[in-house]
Nanobody, 120 residues
Framework: QVQLVESGGGLVQPGGSLRLSCAASGSIFRVGTMTWYRHAPGKERELVASITGGGKIHYADSVKDRFTISRDNAKNTMWLQMDSLKPEDTAVYYC??????????????WGQGTQVTVSS
């Protein structure tokens, strides 16, 4: 059974930093594109950043130049380094990945979510 496990959320003051991690485990053939989403109360879910298996990266305009996404394919792990955090970054952050369990099929998986709160 495939799982995505996130860690690294918490409370931080404006201007501070946090580093989120997302590790995929289980019977995995290949992990494709990995993505961070966030969902704030009263707002729609937002794509924050994504990274393909080949390392192609996309950022939402709201986080460009402040957040850095990376991954280690050998460890099936992705990170999100968040710097210069703002109160509007407060949300539950979710990890998402397209994961193949064999060479013929893949499915979408979600992590459980981790709360990030930016407040003084």
């Amino acid at each position: 059974q495939v799982q995505l496990v996130e860690s690294g959320g918490g409370l931080v003051q404006p201007g501070g930093s946090l580093r989120l991690s997302c590790a995929a485990s289980g019977s995995i053939f290949r992990v494709g594109t990995m993505t961070w989403y966030r969902h704030a109360p009263g707002k729609e879910r937002e794509l924050v950043a994504s990274i393909t298996g080949g390392g192609k990266i996309h950022y939402a305009d709201s986080v460009k130049d402040r957040f850095t996404i990376s991954r280690d394919n050998a460890k099936n792990t992705m990170w999100l380094q968040m710097d210069s955090l703002k109160p509007e970054d407060t949300a539950v952050y979710y990890c998402h990945a397209n994961i193949a369990i064999d060479m013929w099929s893949s499915e979408r998986y979600w992590g459980q979510g981790t709360q990030v709160t930016v407040s003084s």
